[in-house]
């Protein structure tokens, strides 16, 4: 098992992670530092609470990624109903188109 010190707000964490997970984590870290570092150092907010609102960040962050890639799997859905509506008529179509031509040649 892998151990990393990472920095949020300029203090060290001492934490441990899976062997090879060392780079993962850092980039975690260093996200985490960054929205910590936007909600303001200020250390009148206490350590707990600053923690807290950058996690709560991320976790706003996380939920309306989610909540748009479902509106975009909908989308999708929608138009590969479209499609494949689209398909089926174009077969229809050429199917339709074939016996026509069989047809004018039998004459």
Do not use: F, W
Request: aromatic share 0%.
């Amino acid at each position: 098992m892998g151990q990393l010190t990472v920095h949020i707000n300029g203090k060290p964490y001492l934490l441990g992670c899976e062997d090879g997970e060392e780079a993962r984590l850092q980039t975690l870290a260093a996200t985490l530092d960054e929205k910590v570092r936007a909600i303001g150092g200020d250390a009148a907010l206490g350590e707990t609470r600053l923690m807290l609102l950058g996690a709560l960040t991320l976790a706003d962050e996380i939920a309306g990624t989610e909540e748009r890639l479902a509106a975009t799997e909908a989308e999708n859905a929608r138009l590969q109903k479209q499609l494949d509506a689209a398909d089926s008529r174009a077969v229809t179509i050429l199917e339709t188109t074939a016996k026509r031509i069989e047809g004018m040649a039998a004459r």
